[in-house]
């Protein structure tokens, strides 16, 4: 068994109550607590790892399937003790109005977990009751486990929610007051990420302060423990090369945006994973075939990268002589003539696109259906493919041959977006590779013909 955290809407403390919980059962369980998080989102489990000392699993039935979501749930269920699904947004927010594909009740119908649903208790009391009963009876095929009070005022407010909720028969599983010991700042796409926090353990030790004084343990932990069936492999073995492609992975303050899963994919196919640093080392790792520049937040780190002269001439020589690349939006960023920042300072970076990126105040987020227009070390043409979008920049030129003609999940916006020179793959979407490995198989071949070819 495990439990999904749900909220009531998006800002309702769902991610403190997540990681309080993590907290105090890593501290009990250290490196047997597994935690999934339901969405495309990178930077929340960043946190969940750096409180368990597991890496985090995405599930999202878009990115992927929802026979893959079911089987990475067990798969990575089996070597844990305890297990935790934090929810995204409200609990019936899927990717339209119209039903709730790819929510969090979605993912819990399919995993047939119960839900602790978390409430914003702030300016309320007997209204609760309306709220809980609402969500708990909105779709009768979810079992729900009991309620997270949050922002809780007083005793007497306590008093008072206890009264309002008492004729609805569910557990009240936590109590959280109103408090300001625990803050985790954000920047302009969410929570600023775990390597920039050198304060983040002393929250740690006050979440798991939290999660060991304000739930009820008794009723909660028989629910996180986890046993079930094992799955099918996630991945279908198949033959290693004999001499594996070394992959050199953009990892550090600046590109930290990756899926667990496709880094296990890469290796299980047959890459060898070399992390470097395009902040701080001075060169590229030595004997790579292929280069992955993830997404993250270049734009923060854009002085520093462009003052890294040595590595940006490193990578656009290696580009330039046909080294097969993935670059993924912070990735894409790099690869621009320049960055130009909130404060419109422009900063050179590798200069292998031709084209600046700017960055502004308009987001642009969501799921993307992609049909590629041109051929790549990972696509080829006329393959279609889902991905997601979350960035604050946009490009000031845009190639004569985009890589992809995109539309959202509607099918109401229409775009095109991409690039594809030399042996590069450079694109915005971000990719889930658990939904198309076969992109990895193609990546892989292309590395070992780049590693096997002179140029």
Same mark, same amino acid.
């Given at each position: 068994m495990a439990v999904v955290i749900a909220g009531e809407r998006s800002g309702v403390g769902k991610t403190t109550v997540t990681l309080a919980l993590l907290a105090a059962l890593s501290r009990r369980y250290p490196k047997q607590v597994q935690s999934f998080k339901v969405g495309p989102d990178y930077i929340d489990p960043m946190f969940h790892q750096f409180v368990t000392g597991r890496a985090c699993r995405n599930l999202d039935p878009v990115l992927t399937s929802e026979a893959y979501v079911a089987e990475c749930f067990q798969q990575h269920c089996q070597?844990? *003790?305890?297990? !935790?699904?934090? +929810?995204?947004?409200?609990?019936?927010?899927?990717?339209?109005?119209? *039903? *709730?594909?790819?929510?969090?009740?979605?993912?819990?119908?399919?995993? $047939?977990?119960?839900?602790?649903?978390?409430?914003?208790?702030?300016?309320?009391?007997?209204?609760?009751?309306?709220?809980?009963? $609402?969500?708990?009876?909105?779709?009768?095929?979810?079992?729900?486990? $009991?309620?997270?009070?949050?922002?809780? $005022?007083?005793?007497?407010?306590?008093? !008072?929610?206890?009264?309002? !909720?008492?004729?609805?028969?569910?557990?009240?599983? +936590?109590? !959280?007051?109103?408090?300001?010991?625990?803050?985790?700042?954000?920047?302009?796409? +969410?929570?600023?990420?775990?390597?920039?926090?050198p304060q983040l353990n002393t929250v740690v030790d006050h979440l798991a302060h939290l999660g060991e004084t304000c739930f009820h343990w008794e009723t909660l932990l028989p629910l996180l423990s986890s046993c079930f069936p094992p799955p099918l492999p996630l991945f279908p073995s198949s033959p290693l090369p004999l001499t594996p492609p070394r992959l050199a992975i953009a990892r550090d303050r600046a590109f930290s945006f990756y899926y667990a899963d496709n880094l296990d994919l890469l290796r299980s196919t047959g890459f060898e994973l070399v992390e470097w640093s395009p902040l701080d080392d001075r060169s590229l790792p030595e004997n790579i075939q292929g280069l992955y520049l993830g997404g993250g937040f270049p734009e923060v780190f854009a002085a520093a990268l462009s003052d890294n002269q040595t590595v940006r001439n490193a990578v656009k020589a290696a580009i330039a002589a046909g080294m097969p690349t993935y670059a993924e939006c912070g990735g894409l960023m790099y690869l621009c003539d320049r960055i130009v920042d909130f404060e419109a300072k422009a900063y050179p970076m590798v200069g292998i696109l031709p084209t600046t990126a700017q960055m502004g105040k308009r987001l642009t987020l969501g799921y993307r259906q992609a049909i590629a227009q041109r051929s790549t070390p990972l696509v080829t043409a006329g393959e279609c493919l889902w991905g997601h979008e979350f960035h604050r920049s946009s490009l000031e030129a845009q190639p004569d041959q985009p890589l992809f003609a995109m539309q959202n999940y509607e099918g109401t916006l229409h775009q095109t977006e991409g690039w594809q020179r030399f042996r590069v793959h450079a694109s915005y979407l971000h990719l889930h590779f658990g939904g198309n490995p076969k992109l990895v198989q193609r990546w892989l071949q292309q590395c070992q013909q780049y590693g096997a070819t002179p140029f």
């Open positions: 070597t844990a *003790d305890y297990a !935790l699904v934090e +929810g995204v947004m409200g609990l019936f927010d899927g990717v339209t109005g119209k *039903d *709730d594909w790819a929510s969090t009740a979605h993912v819990a119908r399919l995993l $047939g977990l119960p839900i602790v649903l978390v409430v914003n208790c702030s300016s309320t009391s007997r209204s609760i009751a309306a709220i809980v009963h $609402g969500y708990t009876t909105f779709d009768p095929r979810l079992t729900f486990a $009991g309620v997270v009070l949050n922002r809780v $005022g007083s005793d007497r407010h306590l008093e !008072l929610l206890h009264d309002a !909720l008492a004729p609805l028969n569910l557990p009240i599983l +936590g109590v !959280l007051r109103r408090q300001d010991q625990i803050t985790i700042p954000d920047r302009h796409l +969410g929570l600023i990420p775990t390597a920039e926090l």
